[in-house]
């Protein structure tokens, strides 16, 4: 991406290129990583008509796609029509899901849909690797979808793996399986978020794994990483991507019950940018103080001077945010070695939730 580009995308854009949308945290599930934490729906989630609303708003505002996640989504009684209403109104959607609501009927009605993408998440190249984070049964059940799909005649369907210590050794298999259904590999980063928080500590890969993980992606023009890897750019070649922070500047998160959060990684109170139930989406996009603050920064002030920044940017803040550092900080994953000495001011006791602090943090972030 050429430097005009991304200088436009660090300010802002009038609408985000890519929205999360949490539907639901109801989940049959519970894997060690949930960015969200998911497994009991809220009881005042969006409505029908809520969702309809907030789609018909997507539309006006030139929002092409969305990635509809949860939780599980398709616990949902009324997902197929949101989806539906979505596809009908040229506002196509990628979903992400366990595959355990995927039967045949499921799998050719998904067939059926234009504008439609799926992404079945794996963790794991076996049973017991995956369903060690994901939970007894899960393996079978994403098999089972991809099967079916591929039954119906779903083109090419995306599986969805977070590189872990041990996912990132076995890339050439999961790969195999990807290949096997007809689908895309999709690597992406572990972030320290939702259950995240207490997993990362054993499951983030080594400094020689996110080498070896680079190494890997590098040239890889048929996996996709999104900007997940963005930190390891100094390293050579930028990853196909963004290659910034697109939190509240080219992305951001709804979730079940219309809190606006900077990114799917932050979901926090520091990190919420308002309520479509209070407020219009458009002008919290747009007009948010939180998100105009991070299109003014220039980056982390502890990075500007490194020969790499214009590389990687500083990195992810929502890795930063939950692991104590300040997101003035190098990133912990720094591919230079920086974030290490930031990170080893803290005992692993320091890998804190808000949620659980007696004490509040602010943002900091310098323009």
């Known amino acids: 991406m050429n430097g005009e580009l991304r200088e436009q995308m660090r300010k ?37 008509e809520e969702c309809k609303a907030l789609i018909d708003r997507f539309r006006e505002m030139s929002i092409f796609y969305v990635n509809i996640g949860g939780g599980e989504p398709m616990i949902r009684r009324d997902f197929f029509e949101i989806i539906e209403y979505a596809t009908s109104n040229r506002v196509g959607v990628k979903f992400s899901t366990n595959g355990s609501r995927i039967d045949k009927e499921a799998a ?93 500590s054993y499951l983030n890969p080594t400094q020689s794994q996110q080498l070896g993980l680079y190494e890997w992606l590098s040239g890889r023009s048929d996996v996709l990483t999104g900007d997940s890897f963005f930190h390891l750019s100094p390293l050579g070649e930028p990853l196909d991507g963004l290659n910034i922070c697109g939190a509240g500047r080219v992305v951001c998160l709804i979730d079940p019950v219309g809190d606006v959060y900077a990114c799917p990684f932050t979901i926090d109170e520091n990190f919420k940018a308002g309520n479509i139930r209070g407020q219009d989406f458009e002008t919290i996009w747009q007009e948010s103080p939180l998100f105009q603050s991070f299109r003014e920064s220039e980056g982390p002030t502890s990075c500007t001077s490194c020969s790499a920044f214009a590389s990687c940017n500083g990195g992810c803040m929502a890795t930063k945010y939950f692991t104590g550092l300040s997101l003035d900080d190098p990133d912990p994953d720094c591919a230079k070695g920086h974030g290490a000495n930031s990170v080893n001011l803290r005992s692993e006791a320091t890998l804190i939730s808000i949620n659980r602090s007696p004490r509040r943090r602010e943002l900091t972030l310098k323009s």
């Not at 539907?23 to 519970?30: E, F, K, V």
């Not at 990583?33 to 998911?38: A, N, V």
């Not at 977070?162 to 690597?187: F, K, P």
Request: glycine letters at 8%.
């Open 108 to 200: 050719r009605r998904i067939a059926s849909m234009d504008y439609l993408d799926v992404q079945i998440s794996i963790d794991g190249y076996d049973r017991a690797s995956n369903d060690a984070i994901r939970g007894d049964g899960a393996f079978d059940m994403a098999i089972t979808a991809l099967s079916n799909l591929k039954e119906a005649g779903f083109a090419t369907p995306k599986i969805s793996v977070v590189a872990t210590r041990e996912s990132v050794e076995h890339l050439d298999e999961l790969d195999a399986i990807a290949n096997e259904y007809g689908a895309q590999l999709r690597i992406t980063r572990l972030r320290p978020s939702g259950r995240g928080i207490d997993s990362y």
């Open 12 to 48: 802002g854009l009038a609408s985000p290129i890519c929205l999360t949308w949490e539907i639901t945290y109801g989940c049959n599930l519970a894997c060690v990583h949930c960015l969200s934490s998911s497994g009991r729906r809220r009881p005042d989630e969006l409505t029908t």
